[in-house]
């Protein structure tokens, strides 16, 4: 791997932290995404859900349950309310190994919270969830990026937007269509795609994003033969990131930023 190549090139592969270095600390709060970074991460992968009071959060699920002490859905809390949530405890219930004293203070960020504290020298790759339910989450999603000028971004790939919505996705390649875009396709089979699916694709994105269980090397093939990137998750251990890469994969989500980094040598 090239190393020093643009994020957006084939012949660079990109260590995603997925919901930040999620294996060693509370998914999607400020500790796991700079745990990432220090692991050697190109990205922090953030999930985007929208409180009653339409503000953007990194969380995963709609519903507040798994990751803090309450339960509920995210749009029925205020920002207000939501900070007032334990983003680390079930964390070390969960892994008592990997527990920490200072995960228990942990809270959920926001998007602004996240662009605060990382700048514009991180790179993003921001997943939009729940657009259905959430009118208005791409045009906020937009402005929050122009805010803290992260459109147009200073490096190629700075940001990425991805999505398993492809109305989301084409909605936002038409308001800007500089802006990166891999389509999530979810397979539960061995995975296929035809070229005409691939073509359409190419339209509005720059790759695809897939589970790495149900691909063989034919279908990498098939995608980057298409001119598409190829980013898989989320892969944790490092036989399975080593046999991704020589089908040539172009990317990796994984808990454990530090382990791919071990593969990739930028550790
Ligand atoms: O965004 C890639 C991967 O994270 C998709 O699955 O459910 O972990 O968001 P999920
Ligand atoms: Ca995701």
Not at 10 to 26: C, K, M
Not at 127 to 150: A, R, V
Not at 235 to 249: I, T
């Amino acid at each position: 791997p090239n190393s020093s190549a643009s994020l957006l090139s084939p012949d660079r592969i990109v260590n995603i932290a997925h919901r930040g270095a999620s294996g060693h600390a509370p998914e999607h709060t400020i500790e796991a995404y700079e745990m990432g970074e220090r692991m050697g991460a190109d990205y922090i992968e953030i999930d985007l859900q929208m409180t009653k009071d339409g503000q953007l959060v990194a969380m995963h699920d709609p519903e507040v349950n798994r990751t803090t002490n309450e339960i509920g859905l995210v749009s029925e809390y205020t920002l207000n309310d939501m900070k007032e949530l334990d983003a680390g405890s079930w964390f070390n219930q969960a892994y008592p190994d990997k527990a920490q004293e200072s995960f228990e203070r942990l809270t959920i960020p926001t998007l602004h919270e996240v662009f605060e504290r990382f700048g514009a020298d991180a790179n993003y790759y921001i997943e939009i969830k729940q657009s259905n339910e959430s009118p208005g989450m791409t045009d906020s999603l937009i402005h929050t990026l122009k805010e803290y000028e992260l459109i147009p971004t200073e490096r190629e790939g700075a940001v990425i937007i991805q999505s398993f919505s492809k109305e989301s996705l084409q909605e936002i390649h038409e308001i800007e269509p500089d802006l990166p875009i891999i389509q999530l396709i979810s397979f539960n089979q061995p995975a296929e795609i035809s070229s005409q699916e691939l073509t359409e694709i190419k339209k509005y994105a720059v790759g695809l994003g897939v589970n790495y269980r149900y691909i063989n090397e034919s279908f990498v093939k098939d995608v980057r033969e298409a001119g598409l990137l190829l980013h898989t998750y989320t892969v944790n251990e490092q036989k399975d990131m080593r046999q991704l890469l020589g089908w040539g994969v172009t990317g990796i989500f994984t808990n454990y930023p530090d382990r791919l980094s071990e593969v990739l040598g930028t550790a």
